[in-house]
C-alpha cells in the first residue's frame, strides 16, 4: 500500500512516501479502514519529532517502533475480523489512532473497542477526519476543569485545532465563550460562538480586569500565574502544554493543597464514549471542524512544515482519495 514512512525521529524530512508499504495486519477484534482523509496534528508532530523527549517512552527510545504515524481517520471498512459485529464493509467511519496509529496509509488497522465510529450523514470524510485530535483534548479540558452551564470561560488560542473546538463544544454546553485570536480571525471566532473575541495582538486578556470561572490555554501561550489575575476564586487554569520547568504537571497538586485558585492538567481522554460524545454534536451541527489547507499524501512533508510554521488554523488535511473513492 501507499504510506508516509520514517524509520527515524527528526525533522518533516525524515518522513518519505513509498508505494509498497505491507498492509497492516488485521487481528480477530479490528476494523481495516481505507483511508480516504487523515490530517497532520500536533499529536503526530510531536510523536514524529520525539518532542518532549519522553515519548521516547512510548513510540520507541532510539527509534520508532511505528514506521507509519498518522492518528486521525475517515474512510470506509474494508474488512473486519472474525469477532467484528459493531461493524460491516462498506460503512463509513472515522476515529482516532494514537497509541497504535497507522493513518497516514491507504489502510489502517484498529481495535474496534478503540476511538471509531460511524461518520454521520451529511458529514463529509475530510471533515470527519479532522474531527477527533484537537477536539478531544478539548473535550477533556472541559471536563477535567469541571466547567458547567452559565459559566464563564476564556478560550486562548482559539483558532487552533482544540481551541477552535473547544469554543464551539463549550457553546454547545452553554458556557458564555471569552475566546483570544489575532486580528484576521476574530470574525471566524465570532462565527464559532464565542460571545466575546479579544484581539491577542492589540491587547493582553491577562490585564482586561475579565473575571473568569476558568481560562483553557490552548496554545501553551500564557502561565497560571499571568491568569490568575481574571480567575474568580475557586477558578481554574488549564493549559495544554507542560509550561515552564513542566510547572504545569507539578502545579495542580500544590493549588488543590493551597485550596484557592487552581491548576488543572489534561490528560486526555480517549474512549468510545468520547467519540460518540463528539459524533453526537456533528451530527447535530454543533461541532464542526475547522478546515485549512489539504495536501495529497505525496505532499504530507510539506504539510508537516506548515503544522510546524504555527500560521495554520484549525486543521491540515492530508487526502487520499476523492469522494468517489478513486485516488487523490
Not at 524509520?7 to 480477530?28: A, C, F, I, K, L
Not at 466575546?196 to 480586569?209: A, N, S, Y
Not at 468510545?272 to 451530527?283: A, H, K, Q, S, W
Request: overall charge negative; some cysteine.
Amino acid at each position: 500500500m501507499k504510506a508516509a514512512v520514517s524509520v527515524r525521529y527528526g525533522p518533516p524530512e525524515v518522513v518519505r512516501v513509498v508505494d509498497d508499504e505491507p498492509d497492516p495486519t488485521v487481528e480477530d477484534d479490528d476494523v481495516l479502514v481505507r483511508v480516504h482523509a487523515t490530517t497532520v496534528n500536533r499529536t503526530d508532530c510531536g510523536y514524529r519529532g520525539a518532542s518532549p523527549f519522553f515519548i521516547r517512552g512510548i513510540s520507541g527510545l532510539r527509534r520508532p517502533r511505528f514506521r507509519v504515524w498518522g492518528t486521525e481517520y475517515a474512510g470506509v471498512v474494508e474488512r473486519v475480523g472474525r469477532e467484528v459485529t459493531r461493524f460491516v464493509p462498506g460503512d463509513r467511519v472515522f476515529g482516532y489512532a494514537e497509541g497504535r496509529f497507522g493513518a497516514h496509509a491507504e489502510l489502517v488497522a484498529v481495535s474496534v473497542t478503540s476511538m471509531i465510529s460511524p461518520v454521520p450523514d451529511g458529514v463529509d470524510l475530510p471533515s470527519a477526519a479532522a474531527a477527533t485530535e484537537g477536539s478531544h483534548y478539548a473535550l477533556s479540558a472541559i471536563r477535567r476543569a469541571g466547567i458547567e452551564p452559565g459559566q464563564r470561560v476564556l478560550v486562548h488560542g482559539a483558532t487552533g485545532a482544540i481551541g477552535s473546538a473547544a469554543v464551539q463544544l463549550l457553546v454547545d454546553l452553554g458556557v458564555h465563550v471569552v475566546a483570544t485570536a489575532p486580528t484576521a480571525y476574530v470574525d471566524l471566532v465570532t462565527g464559532l460562538g464565542a460571545e466575546e473575541v479579544l484581539d491577542h495582538q492589540k491587547e493582553d486578556f491577562t490585564r482586561t480586569g475579565l473575571e473568569m470561572d476558568a481560562v483553557l490555554d490552548l496554545v501553551g501561550k500564557s502561565t497560571f500565574g499571568a491568569c490568575r489575575r481574571i480567575l474568580r476564586p475557586g477558578g481554574v487554569y488549564v493549559s495544554s502544554d507542560l509550561g515552564p520547568y513542566a510547572q504545569n504537571v507539578a502545579l495542580p497538586l500544590v493549588t488543590r493543597l493551597a485550596r484557592g485558585r487552581r491548576v488543572v492538567f489534561p490528560f486526555p481522554m480517549e474512549t468510545p464514549e468520547v467519540i460518540d460524545y463528539l459524533r453526537v454534536r456533528l451530527e447535530s451541527g454543533a461541532f464542526r471542524p475547522v478546515l485549512d489547507r489539504t495536501y495529497p499524501l505525496a505532499r504530507i512533508v510539506e504539510a508537516y512544515r506548515y503544522v510546524e510554521s504555527g500560521q495554520k488554523v484549525g486543521n491540515v488535511v492530508i487526502q487520499l482519495a476523492e469522494a468517489d473513492g478513486h485516488e487523490a
